[in-house]
């Protein structure tokens, strides 16, 4: 089963527009990765942020995580069109040592 | 630096077939993960490799999924007969140690089974 839930499944916003997904899990981590997939490509790696980190930022990128709540928020500032893709939050730990992915938010950066 | 390799990109078999997709992994990673991609979901983890050994297939379909790490470098996935369900993107992707973060993805191999 998968442990990573993603909120909202899509979304839709205006270029320049911020953008933010929401990921909640189940069981203890040690650490939570986001990644995108744009239409028929593999995925890409954005961010990893480890259970002892409250905030990461990478360029227009600010990830938050809240082990109290099992939660982690992926922010896009100023999205730009080719921002347009699916992204998943994956979780690795809880006794397994494997990467288990969401079913993902799909966002479209309109123009 | 070359990515994670895979072919073929796009197949299409009938049930009852067999297919095999290949995937060679960034040069020096010595983890390699098969994900099931269904439509719509996330990707599914089918096995890991750790070099040539196996440390997780617990997801992996054995009476009709097979795979092998021969060398600890290049992968096979095969699957033996193909059932409509197994219609998905298979995934390869390595790295660079075991557990311990960033996974380099491949393009995917496009699987239909009619």
């Known amino acids: 089963s998968q442990q990573g839930e993603e909120d909202p499944q899509a979304l839709s916003i205006q270029e320049g527009e911020n953008a933010t997904m929401n990921c909640s899990y189940k069981?203890?981590?040690?650490?939570l990765q986001w990644y995108r997939q744009n239409s028929g490509r593999g995925l890409v790696h954005l961010i990893l942020?480890?259970?002892?980190?409250r905030e990461k930022h990478s360029g227009r990128l600010r990830v938050t995580l809240d082990t109290s709540k099992k939660s982690s928020s992926l922010l896009i500032t100023a999205s730009r069109a080719a921002d347009t893709a699916s992204y998943f939050c994956?979780?690795?730990?809880?006794?397994?040592?494997?990467?288990?992915f969401g079913k993902g938010t799909k966002l479209t950066v309109n123009p | 630096e070359a990515g994670v390799a895979q072919s073929p990109r796009y197949k299409i078999i009938e049930k009852r077939q067999s297919v095999a997709f290949w995937c060679n992994p960034i040069?020096?990673?010595?983890?390699l993960y098969w994900y099931q991609q269904i439509l719509g979901q996330g990707p599914k983890l089918l096995i890991q490799?750790?070099?040539?050994?196996?440390?997780?297939d617990s997801q992996l379909p054995k009476d009709r999924f097979s795979a092998e790490r021969l060398k600890g470098v290049d992968s096979t996935l095969k699957i033996q007969p193909a059932k409509l369900e197994d219609s998905a993107v298979y995934l390869c992707?390595?790295?660079?140690?075991?557990?311990?973060?960033?996974?380099?993805f491949g393009e995917g191999s496009r699987l239909t089974v009619l």
């Open positions: 942020i480890r259970s002892n980190e």
């Open positions: 992707a390595s790295s660079l140690k075991f557990n311990t973060g960033e996974l380099f």
């Open positions: 040069s020096g990673h010595a983890t």
């Open positions: 490799f750790q070099n040539n050994g196996v440390v997780d």
């Open positions: 994956a979780t690795a730990g809880g006794g397994s040592e494997k990467l288990v």
């Open positions: 069981t203890s981590i040690n650490n």
